[in-house]
């Protein structure tokens, strides 16, 4: 087991399956300590939970609606409260409603950019203040921001794409501070909400230059390199763990 996080404590948001599941689980192989939000799915979080102690890690599952401002903010202050520090934010979690734009209600709006949007600047603003000797925030975005290659993403593509101005002006202003802040955008991934079996599985194959869905892992692998020692130099940046659909 590699240990270059030893020490290091991360938060990831949406931990408890998918992708969040993978990076929360990769960066404790890679030595940190790791917390991880949930909205509903406290027995997955438990035992992702439960996964990262039995690497000899501290791990602590947290109940928290990304929806809700003042959760996202208590869960960033309890982790570094319990833990003494907090160096590593990956903002993961996120919520996708696809649909014409006419048919899009105003509630469905207001939950996409409070939960993709509003959350992972928030969940920043927190963290910040904790990160005294350096840190890393890591933003989880999409595919879409990059290429709408289909109808009904409107709303969607609008709240990933947003990280991109909130990314890079995150990385200009917290660089002298020593805190890095990179995008990773995914591509069609094998996840709960996107299955490679499920509909529109083949049109999203056929979109990537590879011609298959990827794994969580994949995604798993970019953000712990950011989070590590050799992400050292790179701030600002967009990532894409995408598979070619972007290309």
Same mark, same amino acid.
């Given at each position: 087991m590699t240990a270059m996080l030893d020490g290091k404590v991360a938060i990831v948001t949406g931990g408890s399956r998918g992708i969040g599941e993978a990076v929360a689980l990769r960066l404790a192989e890679d030595g940190a300590d790791v917390a991880l939000t949930y909205r509903d799915s406290a027995d997955r979080a438990a035992a992702v939970a439960g996964r990262i102690r039995a690497m000899g890690r501290r791990a602590w599952a947290v109940r928290a609606d990304s929806a809700d401002p003042t959760a996202v903010c208590e869960a960033v202050d309890r982790v570094a409260a319990e833990s003494g520090r907090l160096d590593i934010v990956v903002n993961n979690a996120g919520i996708g409603v696809?649909?014409?734009?006419?048919? /899009?209600?105003?509630?469905?709006?207001?939950?996409? /950019?409070? @939960?993709?949007?509003?959350?992972?600047? @928030? +969940?920043?603003? !927190?963290?910040?203040?904790?990160?005294?000797?350096?840190?890393?925030? @890591?933003?989880?975005?999409?595919?879409?921001?990059?290429?709408?290659?289909?109808?009904?993403?409107?709303?969607?593509? &609008?709240?990933? &794409?947003?990280?991109?101005?909130? &990314?890079?002006?995150?990385?200009?202003?917290?660089?002298?501070?020593?805190? &890095? !802040?990179?995008?990773?955008?995914?591509?069609?991934?094998?996840?709960?909400?996107?299955?490679?079996?499920?509909?529109?599985?083949?049109?999203?194959?056929?979109?990537?230059?590879?011609?298959?869905?990827?794994?969580?892992?994949?995604?798993?692998?970019?953000?712990?390199?950011? +989070?590590?020692?050799?992400?050292?130099?790179?701030?600002?940046?967009?990532?894409?763990?995408d598979g070619g659909f972007a290309a």
């Open positions: 696809l649909g014409a734009v006419e048919d /899009l209600s105003l509630e469905d709006i207001d939950r996409v /950019l409070h @939960i993709n949007v509003r959350a992972p600047f @928030i +969940a920043s603003q !927190a963290a910040v203040r904790y990160m005294v000797g350096g840190g890393r925030i @890591i933003n989880i975005g999409s595919c879409m921001a990059e290429r709408v290659a289909f109808p009904g993403g409107s709303l969607y593509a &609008t709240s990933k &794409t947003a990280l991109t101005g909130l &990314t890079r002006s995150l990385a200009r202003e917290l660089g002298p501070r020593g805190i &890095t !802040a990179n995008l990773v955008h995914p591509g069609p991934t094998e996840t709960d909400m996107n299955p490679s079996g499920g509909p529109g599985a083949d049109m999203q194959r056929d979109l990537t230059a590879l011609g298959h869905y990827g794994k969580p892992s994949d995604v798993a692998a970019t953000v712990a390199h950011l +989070a590590g020692d050799a992400g050292r130099y790179v701030t600002g940046a967009t990532i894409a763990v």
